[in-house]
């Protein structure tokens, strides 16, 4: 899901895919190595934690604390984030097998 958020968002948002590649930065990717397309920016300590932690909103915008994410992790962290129980995503190799 595509939220406006304004023109600053915009340049941060562009900043943080530039900085890491386009390569998806969760943990999950990089605890499996594996190797997926960002297109979305997260906030790596959510909103809501950082609010509750008496960040900033400099700090919980900074770009230290975004980080590149595709859509199904994206997904994936948030509903983690929310204590929800989730199911993986299986990925499918070249041959057609799935990715252990």
């Known amino acids: 899901m595509l939220r406006a958020y304004g023109a600053a968002w915009d340049k ?42 008496g960040w900033s909103k400099a700090r919980t915008e900074h770009p230290n604390n975004l980080q590149a994410i595709n859509t199904d992790c994206h997904a994936r962290k948030t509903q983690e984030e929310q204590g929800k129980t989730v199911k993986p995503k299986r990925y499918i190799g070249l041959d057609g097998f799935p990715i252990v």
Do not use: P
């Not at 562009?14 to 906030?43: P, S, W, Y």
């Open 12 to 53: 941060v948002r562009k900043l943080v895919l530039e900085r890491d590649g386009n390569v998806c930065q969760c943990r999950h990717c990089k605890a499996e190595n594996r190797t997926t397309i960002a297109t979305e920016v997260d906030h790596i300590v959510s909103r809501a934690t950082a609010q509750s932690l």
